[in-house]
C-alpha cells in the first residue's frame, strides 16, 4: 500500500481512487449497519433481509481489495518498466480536444500485438499490449492484458 500513498496529493487520479475508496467504505458501513438492525428484529422475513445486506458489503469488500490490489501491481509494473526504458511512448497525434486520433493508434496496435505473439510468457509484452488497447480506446481488452500481465509478473517474481 505505500506505494499508493506515495505522491498521492500530486496524482489526480490517486486522490480520486481515494475519494471513491471513502465514498464505497462509508456505503459498506452504512449497509451493514442497516442489516445488523434488520437481523435483530422479531420478523423472519427482516431477519432474512438482514442476512442479505451483508453479502453486498462482502461484495463490495472483494471488490474494493481486488482493484486496489490491481492499481498497487499496474503501478508497480509501469515503475519497473520506466526504470527500464520499456514504456510505450506516447508520441500519437491526438485530436484538437486531446484524444489519441484512432488511426494512429491502430497502426502502433500491431506492433505490439506481434511483440506479444512472439513472447507470450513476457509480462512486459502484455502491459505495452494494454497501453496500445487503451490508445485504441479498447478500455475491455486493455484491462484483459493488464491482468495478464499482472499474472505473468506476479509468477516471475515468485520463481
Known sequence: ???????????????????VTTLLVFYILVVAQRGWLLMMSDGIVAKAMGVAYFVLPAVGVWALVRELLF???TEKMARILADEGGLPVDDLPRTPGGRIVRE??????????AEVEADPEQWRTWFRLSCAYDA???????????????????????S
Do not use: C
Request: charge should be positive.
Open 104 to 113: 494512429a493508434a491502430d497502426a502502433e496496435f500491431v506492433k505490439y500485438q
Open 1 to 19: 500500500m505505500s506505494t499508493f500513498f506515495s505522491g498521492l496529493f500530486h496524482n489526480r487520479a490517486k486522490i480520486g481512487v481515494l475519494l
Open 71 to 73: 492499481g498497487a501491481q
Open 136 to 158: 485504441a480506446g479498447d478500455r475491455k481488452r486493455a484491462r484483459a492484458a493488464m491482468r495478464q500481465a499482472g499474472k505473468l509478473f506476479a509468477s516471475a517474481s515468485v
